[in-house]
């Protein structure tokens, strides 16, 4: 395994046919710090995403097919852990999460294994009605039990994660549709991982078409529920136990 100094960070960008936004996402990220490496994982895209990333300073892992968001970070914590990193984190290619956070949500890794972009916690105007809402409040509501601390927008992809949580999702990370959110967070926690999260604000994307319509609303509901018990019959992986356990204070 290659030795990287532990105050670099892993920029996880998962990316489908994301030409039009992703080269000024990595652009933007790496301008942020220098202490971030971006890795674009090309998750079987059919345009130039690869090509323009790479131009744009990223190194890009490509995926021979499209394996969805889950897929393609399970690919990116195996780099990852490969290549060294103590504390990645997820950024979307279409430009929606604002690398000026980045450094906000890397900061709740000092009290919690995992730390979340929250978009619902008072900080900016980004909202969501209907199907959506209720179901991202009930998920909200009971995976703040279970993590014992409030959390208020649980399906956010914006998430930072330090070494514990990476070999927790090397052993439990699924694929499956609204794994990479509520499965993956609600077994984390089940297997002793902490979280927190940390208020930002949301961009609109910064190139191509948004997926969300009533239709997909209504189907999000009914999916989101199934996801979240079905995440509850997921065994428990083992957290390694060289590393204590974190206390995040209540309603962070």
Same mark, same amino acid.
């Given at each position: ?6 105050? &670099? ?8 046919? =994301? ?6 996402? !990595? ?5 942020? $710090?220098? $202490?971030?490496?971006?890795?674009? !994982?090309?998750? #079987? ?45 997820? !950024? ?15 900061? #709740? ?22 199907? %959506? ?30 070494? %514990? ?18 499965? $993956? ?6 297997? #002793? ?7 930002? =604000?949301? %961009?609109?994307?910064? #190139? ?14 009914? %999916? $989101? ?8 019959? &997921?065994?428990?992986? !083992? ?14």
């Amino acid at each position: 395994m290659n030795s990287l100094p532990t105050q &670099r960070v892993l920029i996880i960008m998962p990316a489908w046919n =994301e030409e039009e936004a992703v080269a000024a996402t !990595v652009a933007e990220v790496l301008a942020a $710090s220098e $202490s971030y490496d971006v890795l674009v !994982v090309n998750d #079987g895209s059919t345009d130039s995403t690869a090509a323009v990333a790479a131009a744009a300073g990223a190194t890009v892992l490509n995926l021979p097919f499209n394996l969805g968001v889950g897929g393609a970070m399970r690919a990116g914590f195996k780099y990852a852990r490969r290549m060294g990193y103590s504390r990645v984190i997820q !950024v979307d290619a279409d430009g929606q999460h604002d690398p000026r956070n980045i450094a906000e949500v890397l900061a #709740g890794l000092e009290v919690a294994d995992i730390s979340i972009g929250a978009r619902f916690a008072d900080r900016g105007d980004y909202t969501v009605r209907g199907p %959506r809402k209720w179901a991202m409040l009930v998920l909200a509501k009971v995976i703040s039990a279970v993590a014992k601390t409030k959390l208020t927008d649980v399906t956010s992809g914006f998430r930072a994660a330090n070494d %514990r949580a990476i070999s927790q999702y090397l052993d439990h990370y699924p694929a499956e549709y609204l794994g990479d959110t509520i499965d $993956s967070l609600v077994v984390a926690l089940r297997s #002793g991982c902490t979280v927190t999260q940390v208020p930002v =604000e949301m %961009r609109p994307r910064q #190139g191509g078409t948004p997926s969300h319509n009533p239709m997909k609303a209504a189907i999000y509901l009914g %999916r $989101s529920v199934f996801a979240l018990l079905f995440a509850f019959t &997921r065994k428990r992986s !083992v957290v390694p136990s060289n590393q204590p356990s974190l206390t995040v204070p209540a309603g962070e």
